[in-house]
């Protein structure tokens, strides 16, 4: 997996302090200290700062989600770090994470701009699926995009929201993600929305952790206290140039990618992320609201970052979501013709030849399918 780069961390500023107080406090990898620090400045930020964006205007919000293995990544922990922050600002919702959409619509209502936190996101996502949370995953995808006014009819109750700016702080397995990322949620936007960090390299195993100091935190929540009355608009004007020509390339390149739409749909939506994040590393650095080009050079190089990892990711930890969906459509082709040779099987599936040997084994193996050989040719059967 690809290092987060150097040049992704400030060597001074709000953010470098943050990760500073983390740091001691868990074995947890630098990347994740750093990308839950991006998102509590973002909470702060709320609604009362964007970004000029054509006929809308962004919002520094974010969904992330880190990703590692159980326990010893660290993953909660780290976004519990984040969270002890947090709790020092009244001004920041924590929005509930167990709720129904109609006690998060009355929430929102009163607090638009807030912080929504899944320790477990595959359980969140499991949860929204049931009859009772219909629409929850629609709900977040249109509400990542700070519509002005977000106005729903529900259950005889109308519900508006002006200007609502909601983050996620989430964590996953990737065996877990895997598995809860259907290809609608893809294509309609949702997963592309996030940030997915990987675990990475982790620092040296601490078995116990220490207490966090508590001079340094009070010395960080009073420097995060100026982003509060921070407010306004802001200036691209000296970083437009360079961020068009990053933005030329980047396009350039995903049409140049023989890729599935999967990577492009995440890809794409990182020429928003990375005016997000120039707008956050700034305001870590500076009391203005003009983006500087240092900024947007650490944005661009965690965006880059982003990109490479989601790329492995997908060809690699999340491409077990994509086996599951080629053993289904093989078992569905046998069982709506029985008997079908290997050869036509082959050509029927798209697949390479050694990727669905492996799938036909698999499915003999779990007892779903019988090879029987006729003529020096193999021909499948399903298991009544």
Same mark, same amino acid.
């Given at each position: 997996?690809?290092?987060?780069?150097?040049?992704?961390?400030?060597?001074?500023?709000?953010?470098?302090?943050?990760?500073? =107080?983390?740091?001691?406090?868990?074995?947890?990898?630098?990347? #994740?200290?750093? $990308?839950?620090?991006?998102?509590?400045? !973002?909470?702060?930020?709320?609604?009362?700062?964007?970004?000029?964006?054509?006929?809308?205007?962004?919002?520094?919000?974010?969904?992330?989600?880190?990703?590692? &293995?159980?326990?010893?990544?660290?993953? $909660?922990?780290?976004?519990?770090?984040?969270? *002890?922050?947090?709790?020092?600002?009244?001004?920041?919702?924590?929005?509930?994470?167990?709720?129904?959409?109609?006690?998060?619509?009355?929430?929102?209502?009163?607090?638009?701009?807030?912080?929504?936190?899944?320790?477990?996101?595959?359980?969140?996502?499991?949860? =929204?699926?049931?009859? #009772?949370?219909?629409?929850?995953?629609?709900?977040?995808?249109?509400?990542?995009?700070?519509?002005?006014?977000?106005?729903?009819?529900? @259950?005889? &109750?109308? =519900?508006?929201?002006?200007?609502?700016?909601?983050?996620?702080?989430?964590?996953?397995?990737?065996?877990?993600?895997?598995?809860?990322?259907?290809?609608?949620?893809?294509?309609?936007?949702?997963?592309?929305?996030?940030?997915?960090?990987?675990?990475?390299?982790?620092?040296?195993?601490?078995?116990?952790?220490?207490?966090?100091?508590?001079? %340094?935190?009070?010395?960080?929540?009073?420097?995060?206290? &100026?982003?509060?009355?921070?407010?306004?608009?802001?200036? /691209?004007?000296?970083? &437009?140039?360079? #961020?068009?020509?990053?933005?030329?390339? /980047?396009?350039?390149? /995903?049409?140049?990618?023989?890729?599935?739409?999967?990577?492009?749909?995440?890809?794409?939506?990182?020429?928003? %992320?990375?005016?997000?994040?120039?707008?956050?590393?700034?305001? !870590?650095?500076?009391?203005?609201?003009?983006?500087?080009?240092?900024?947007?050079?650490?944005?661009?190089?965690?965006?880059?970052?982003?990109?490479? %990892?989601?790329?492995? /990711?997908?060809?690699?930890?999340?491409?077990?979501? @994509?086996?599951?969906?080629?053993? *289904?459509?093989?078992?569905? @082709?046998? +069982? !709506? @013709?029985?008997?079908?040779?290997?050869?036509?099987?082959?050509?029927?599936?798209?697949?390479?030849?050694?990727?669905?040997?492996?799938?036909?084994?698999?499915?003999?193996?779990?007892?779903?399918?019988?090879?029987?050989?006729?003529?020096?040719? +193999?021909?499948?059967?399903?298991?009544?």
């Amino acid at each position: 997996m690809m290092r987060l780069p150097d040049a992704a961390l400030p060597a001074k500023g709000l953010l470098r302090e943050y990760v500073d =107080f983390a740091t001691p406090l868990t074995d947890a990898p630098g990347g #994740y200290h750093l $990308t839950v620090g991006l998102t509590v400045l !973002a909470a702060l930020l709320g609604n009362r700062v964007s970004i000029p964006f054509g006929a809308r205007r962004l919002f520094p919000n974010l969904y992330v989600t880190l990703l590692g &293995r159980s326990t010893f990544s660290r993953k $909660t922990t780290s976004i519990a770090i984040g969270q *002890k922050i947090l709790d020092h600002f009244e001004s920041v919702a924590n929005l509930p994470s167990e709720f129904s959409p109609e006690a998060f619509l009355d929430r929102l209502g009163k607090s638009p701009a807030g912080l929504l936190v899944y320790p477990e996101l595959a359980r969140a996502l499991t949860t =929204f699926r049931r009859d #009772y949370m219909s629409g929850m995953v629609e709900r977040l995808t249109e509400l990542y995009d700070c519509p002005p006014v977000y106005s729903r009819e529900l @259950r005889g &109750r109308t =519900f508006s929201i002006e200007q609502p700016a909601v983050s996620i702080l989430a964590a996953s397995t990737v065996e877990w993600l895997a598995k809860t990322m259907g290809e609608d949620d893809v294509r309609g936007g949702f997963f592309p929305r996030f940030v997915f960090v990987p675990e990475g390299q982790q620092p040296q195993h601490l078995a116990i952790p220490p207490e966090p100091d508590a001079q %340094t935190e009070q010395h960080l929540v009073q420097g995060l206290s &100026r982003l509060v009355n921070l407010r306004g608009k802001a200036d /691209l004007s000296i970083v &437009r140039s360079t #961020y068009e020509d990053w933005y030329r390339k /980047l396009v350039t390149s /995903l049409y140049a990618r023989d890729d599935s739409d999967a990577l492009s749909s995440f890809a794409g939506r990182l020429c928003v %992320t990375a005016l997000k994040l120039a707008l956050l590393y700034h305001v !870590a650095e500076a009391d203005d609201l003009v983006i500087s080009p240092e900024a947007l050079q650490r944005a661009l190089s965690f965006v880059g970052w982003v990109q490479e %990892t989601t790329a492995s /990711l997908l060809q690699d930890g999340l491409a077990l979501g @994509r086996w599951d969906k080629d053993r *289904k459509r093989i078992l569905g @082709r046998i +069982r !709506a @013709r029985p008997g079908i040779p290997h050869s036509a099987l082959l050509k029927a599936s798209h697949l390479p030849a050694r990727g669905l040997r492996e799938i036909v084994a698999t499915l003999e193996e779990e007892g779903s399918i019988v090879a029987q050989p006729n003529e020096g040719v +193999r021909h499948y059967y399903p298991v009544p």
